[in-house]
């Protein structure tokens, strides 16, 4: 994961904010982790209606939690090899401010296999804090912050009843971030075992 160029003059102010904001409050009445537990035995058994569904129980428990509009689910099958989203390249999902639309595609692009549980619902959980962006914090542009990735991961780790990772980020060229995933999951390992 990267994080995008930081805009030039318009909307600097914040992109620093998104990159500072590093947590969400959270629907601790556990409405969202049922609703989890849907979407994944659902994707198990294939059933792309009630793939659907689910993440669409999902969007509007955690729309109503987050006091913003709902947005609108599309499951797709298999995904295109490239879906360009707000300038970068992202394989699972989009969401696009304008409808309000979150798709995610259920299927590799190439393999046609079923997409991970894991890889699908962080997507999920992804594409919605594009939604909060917009719609709960008025940025007038979603980008990829290291906040952003925080954001997302602490809701994803919510909704999945798993712990927490700290994220290690390292600085790329053009004043970009990009995470360190062997210290990131090491960090992870320690946490489940000191827990
Ligand atoms: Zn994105």
Redesign the pocket.
């Known amino acids: 994961m990267l994080t995008d160029t930081p805009p030039r003059k318009a909307n600097r102010a914040q992109f620093l904010d998104s990159d500072r904001l590093k947590t969400l409050d959270l629907p601790k009445d556990g409405r969202l982790p049922p609703i989890t537990e849907r979407i994944e035995e659902a994707m198990k058994a294939e059933k792309g209606p009630d793939v659907r569904r689910a993440c669409a129980e999902f969007l509007e428990a955690a729309s109503e939690f987050y006091k913003v509009p709902a947005c609108r689910i599309r499951v797709l099958a298999a995904r295109p090899r490239r879906v360009r ?2 300038g ?1 390249i ?1 394989l699972f ?3 696009d401010p304008e409808t309000m639309v979150i798709r995610v595609w259920m299927r590799t692009a190439v393999r046609k296999e079923i997409t991970s549980f894991g890889t699908f619902l962080s997507t999920l959980c ?2 919605f ?2 939604h909060l962006d917009f719609k709960k914090f008025g940025f007038a542009d ?1 980008w ?1 912050t290291r906040g ?1 990735y925080e954001r997302a991961g602490v809701l994803y780790h919510y909704a999945r009843g798993t712990p927490l990772k700290t994220l290690f980020w390292v600085p790329v060229a053009g004043r970009r971030w990009r995470i360190d995933w062997q210290r990131t999951n090491r960090s992870g390992k320690n946490n489940v075992a000191s827990s």
């Open positions: 989203e707000r970068t992202e999902g989009d969401y992804h594409e804090c594009h979603s990829h952003f």
